[in-house]
Structures are given as C-alpha cells and as structure tokens.
C-alpha cells in the first residue's frame, strides 16, 4: 500500500474542519497513520514549499502557512497518492468537482484548505520532512 502526506492548512484549521476534512479521506479509503497540529514558522513554509521560489504566489503561499496551525498527516491505501488529489479536488475551488474537500470547502486558489503529495517520490520526502519512522503506525 502506498502513502501519501496530507496538510490541513491553516484556512481549514482556523474554520475548524479538521474532522469534516477527515471524514472525507476515511470514506474514500484513505487511513491516517500519521497525524500532528503544529504551527509552521515562514522559513519552515519556505522550505516545504521550494519548489514553488520562483513562482509569483510564493511569498504569499508561506505567509498564509505560517499564519495558522496547521494539521500535518500520512495517508495511507491502495494508490493514496492519486486517490487523496481525487478527493481534494483542483487546486482552484472553482474548478473542483462537486463532493471533492476544495468544492466544499477552500475558499481561495492561494487558500484552499489541504496539500496532497503529487508523486511517490514527493510523496517520500515530504512524508520524512514532518515524520520520523517511529511515529507512522
Ligand atoms: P498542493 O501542492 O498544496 O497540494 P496543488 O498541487 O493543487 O496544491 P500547486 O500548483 O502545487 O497546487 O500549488 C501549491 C499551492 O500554491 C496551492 O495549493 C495553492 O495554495 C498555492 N497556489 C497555487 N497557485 C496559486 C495562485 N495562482 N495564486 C495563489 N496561490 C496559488
Ligand atoms: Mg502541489
């Protein structure tokens, strides 16, 4: 089974709806075997969010991590990489198909509520970034 790491961000978590968010993944299959609130400073958002540097929405991108806990979590299941972008939904909400988290919930293209990994290569080095080993059960 594959994993995949998951964020609630800080739209989300400040609305509380980290349960309502949950239950999305449970339904769909996904089990989270890993689950942690921490409040992200700028330069840990930076880091996380590298790849994006050289977009204009950067800056913007980390402040808004850095402005709220956020939920950190693995999710795991048959094909959770793919499975957890389907249940999130487009990154605009308003591209998002009906039922999907970001449809429901997102309220922005910049704040729309969750991360998901887009590859298992992603998926591992993002997953080690927040978790160690130990703590994925
Ligand atoms: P994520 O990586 O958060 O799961 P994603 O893979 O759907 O989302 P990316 O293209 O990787 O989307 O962008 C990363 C994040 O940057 C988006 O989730 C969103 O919060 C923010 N973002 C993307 N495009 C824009 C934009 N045009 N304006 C503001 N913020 C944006
Ligand atoms: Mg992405």
Redesign the pocket.
Known sequence: TERTLS?I?PDATKRNLTGKINAKFEEAGLRIVAQKRIHLTKAQAGIF?K??AE???YD??CE?MASAPVVVQVLEGEGAIAKN?EV?G???PADAAPGTIRAEFAE?????S?????APETAAEEISFFFAGLEIV
């Open positions: 964020i961000k969010y790849v994006h977009r204009p929405f913007e991108l808004f972008r999130m487009a990154t605009n922005s293209v910049g704040e729309n969750v991360h998901g990994s887009d």
